[in-house]
């Protein structure tokens, strides 16, 4: 059974995407091999960040993996930086990535398109690169991600196709997986963007309340077809409304479509809201039950223990490959 890795950065309250696009997704898999799922907190560093804020912001994602179901007997749930081989790998692959290729990055050019040219640090350049390292280290060859994330791990191949071709098969390699559907959530108050968690217009946030994620879909925005129909390019406020009911009901498209024929958007939000409230309603119980069980710490220490005895040999034998002196 093959390795699976993948990680969330805490540098906001998590998004309803968040939980359909990767979330979800973590649990599906937990089964199917060893999982790492870790908190990307040296990620959500490249950004500027209060630090109480991406303290609460790691043991709130820590809480939402037990609350949708990660079992941590299974998957290994951890903080990247409890394991410094993250860190020491990417000082290492950074010598295997170019300047070229990271700035030809969407997610490096959407965000330092809104900074001054000074105030872009150099860990949100080099993001891709640490990236790299927490996939590498775990030999996974299985990624879950949204859609967002796949020319990372993309660039994560092509490091490890050069790094092999030089030193021979040190490297695993990984390959990104991402959901039939539900992989791209948008913004309700802008269908044509991804609904982000640094962006809150027209996010629905995990620890919002449940009138408040009601009223947020109620008022998303529609079109003027009228029409439960699937049609990104047409009608992308039902089409990504849809997605979300599909995701998480497990109707297709079609059956959607056939089952608000000749209804108005009323009802379909209405169906819509029903159906997120039914998904949330048990998840945020369990989350408010885990926060107080003092469970999200124990959690973390274990998954970083067995992270560290995997990742520190990956990490000697990317040491011992290059040629490290007394590795
Ligand atoms: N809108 C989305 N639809 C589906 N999947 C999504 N993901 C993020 N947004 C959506 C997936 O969630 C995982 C964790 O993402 P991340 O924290 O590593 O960063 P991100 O991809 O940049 O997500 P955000 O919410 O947009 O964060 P910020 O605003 O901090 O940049 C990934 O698997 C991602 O694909």
């Known amino acids: 059974m093959d390795n699976i890795l993948s990680g969330i950065k805490p540098t906001g309250q998590l998004t309803l995407g968040n939980y359909i696009g990767a979330i979800k997704n973590f649990v599906k898999v937990q089964n199917e091999g060893e999982s790492f799922l870790f908190i990307a907190d040296l990620h959500a560093l490249t950004l500027p960040i209060e630090p109480e804020t991406l303290k609460n912001n790691s043991r709130d994602i820590a809480a939402y993996y037990l609350a949708a179901g990660l079992d941590p007997n299974r998957a290994n749930i951890f903080l990247q930086s409890d394991v410094p081989s993250h860190s020491e790998l990417a000082i290492i692959l950074q010598n295997y990535l170019y300047m ?11 965000k330092s398109s809104k900074m001054k040219e000074e105030a872009i640090g150099l860990g ?17 060859k299985r990624i879950p991600v949204g859609e967002d994330q796949v ?46 968690k640094s962006d809150p217009k027209g996010d629905i946030y995990l620890n919002d309340s449940l009138e408040a994620i009601r009223k947020k879909i ?23 409304l849809m997605t979300i009911m599909s995701s998480l009901s497990g109707k297709t498209f079609e059956q959607i479509e056939k089952e608000f024929e000749g209804k108005g958007y009323g009802d379909f939000k209405r169906a819509v809201a029903d159906t997120v409230v039914a998904e949330l309603t048990p998840f945020k119980q369990r989350y408010e039950e885990i926060i107080k069980s003092g469970l999200v710490d124990e959690v973390l220490q274990r998954g970083a223990s067995r992270a560290n005895q995997i990742a520190s040999k990956t990490l000697l034998r990317v040491q011992k490959a290059v040629g490290l002196y007394h590795k």
Do not use: C, W
């Open 100 to 110: 070229g290729e990271l700035s030809r990055m969407t997610q490096f050019k959407d």
């Open 124 to 140: 949100l350049f080099a993001y891709p690169v640490l990236m790299a390292a927490d996939i590498v280290l775990y030999d996974s």
């Open 151 to 196: 020319q990372h791990v993309e660039l994560a191949r092509d490091l490890v196709k050069r790094f092999n071709n030089r030193y021979g098969e040190v490297l695993v390699m990984p390959k990104a997986e991402i959901a039939k559907v539900g992989a791209r959530i948008m913004s309700l108050s802008d269908p044509t963007k991804k609904m982000s």
């Open 218 to 240: 109620m008022s998303a925005v529609t079109d003027m077809v009228g029409k439960v129909h699937y049609d990104v390019s047409n009608q992308p406020g039902i089409s990504n």
